[in-house]
């Protein structure tokens, strides 16, 4: 499946027709095969910022449901453990005093 235009893009630059299929195929399954190596990034939305930054508010549940469906963990579990490191109060306190160590500099 070409990807719209690219014939034409290619065509435009007065490329032999061998060359310019040859070039449409490979865009196109370069595109193909970009989609699916990064499919699962939408799956895992949810998740990315919570590992950036753990502390700022989340649906726990949401993620909890998405990190049981992606990566088979208990979900009960995982509501859990997002719950005790939130409430960790030592650990967000060094993390907040880091961040204002790094932004006074």
């Known amino acids: 499946m070409a ?25 196109s399954y370069l595109k193909d095969n970009f989609k699916n190596r990064f499919k699962d990034f939408n799956e895992i939305a949810i998740v990315a910022p919570f590992v950036v930054s753990p502390f700022t508010e989340i649906d726990t549940q949401q993620l909890a449901t998405s990190v049981t469906q992606n990566f088979s963990e208990d979900i009960a579990a995982t509501e859990m453990e997002v719950i005790a490191l939130q409430n960790d109060l030592a650990l967000k306190s060094s993390v907040e005093y880091n961040m204002y160590l790094a932004l006074s500099k």
């Open 3 to 27: 990807i719209p235009g690219i014939f034409l893009f290619f065509q435009k630059r007065h490329l032999k027709v061998h060359y310019r299929n040859y070039y449409v195929e490979i865009v």
